[in-house]
């Protein structure tokens, strides 16, 4: 058994963040083991034995990045909530070194399937993480019972992203705003409640 | 001067299809030059002179995609062109061969600014084309007067193409209407309106 914060957890934490400079900085293209291991400072054979291929690097650069992310707003509103979470993502889309990591993780995700599935995983589990935001708005009447909460989580990021992947349109806290309050309007006309009051 | 539908213009559909299948079939990474003309049966020559680079195949390729794309629907209703629009979404994402193919453009795109400049294009073309429908709609008073049209096509789009690159969620046409509902009454609650009625 290993302490958290032991050489495992080093070797690991330096591998991912090298790991994600190279995503970063040069894309999927430059990601190799052994490369990864010459920046880390950590011999090639525990990077090969712990990680073996570029696609178990990225599901542990994803894992991590599940991990250390943003606990859900909790201002007391639906509308302080989203818009909180929609200027997370915008902070996250525009970020030097955030942006092009997401960019280069998306890309990989097009063309290996276990990437995709834990890309998959990362954003089920950032939706999971802010959906309560939804289910309390719907016990203090905000919008109507039975509304999906995942999917008003879903519907606050969606524009973004849209914007990110395509260029059409800026990235700024104004769009983060519209974003939250559009998936408001939605919710509370009952688009994605089973029943509307 | 050349007719249309001359040796040019057929030689230009046929490596302009081959691209599109091999980006379908195994994405960005097999694209190549040489491959192209043998595959489009035309000579390397010709395909060098022409386009020179993968990239220039690619902003090509989408040009056309503009060219050949459907047109906006007029059904007379907002609510009936935005769902004609997210299903013509749906199907193109999940179609079996466009799926795979807008995949491999936009991994593109994360990694050459040319693809990325030229991918905007294509939906700057796609969100104008279909912009009509909503300054119809305010003309027929169904949304606030001063509606940004763009922002709502795009709203329409956005939650499909969330699902599409994330992976949350299926893609169908329940999902569809439901985008195109969301989008409308967010547009009504005048989230994309400078002047509220």
């Known amino acids: 058994m290993e302490r958290p914060g032991g050489r ?5 934490a330096s591998v991912l963040r090298a790991a994600g400079d190279v995503l970063a900085e040069q894309g999927l293209a430059s990601l190799d083991l052994g490369d990864l291991a010459r920046r880390a400072e950590v011999g090639r054979t525990t990077v ?16 991590e ?3 250390e992310s943003v606990p859900r707003a909790d201002t007391g509103s639906l509308d ?12 996250t889309l525009t970020d ?9 993780i998306i890309a990989a995700a097009t063309s290996d399937e276990v990437t995709a ?3 998959t ?13 939804v289910t309390d708005a719907e016990a203090r009447g905000e919008v109507p019972r039975g509304t999906d909460a995942e999917e008003v989580i879903r519907a606050v990021s969606a524009p973004l992203y849209y914007r990110f992947i395509t260029g059409t349109g800026e990235l700024d806290d104004s769009v983060a705003d519209r974003a ?18």
């Open 96 to 104: 030097r070194r955030q942006g092009p990591l997401f960019r280069a």
């Open 48 to 63: 090969y034995r712990r990680w073996g291929t570029v696609t178990a690097v990225l599901t542990d650069l994803l894992l």
């Open 8 to 12: 495992t957890a080093r070797v690991r």
């Open 180 to 197: 939250a309050a559009a998936a408001i309007a939605a919710a509370r006309a009952g688009v994605w409640s089973s029943s509307a009051e």
């Open 117 to 119: 599935a834990a890309l």
């Open 80 to 91: 302080g909530d989203l818009r909180a979470n929609a200027r997370l993502v915008v902070k």
């Open 121 to 133: 995983r990362f954003y089920a589990a950032r939706i999971r993480e802010w959906a309560p935001c």
């Open 65 to 67: 990045m599940v991990v």
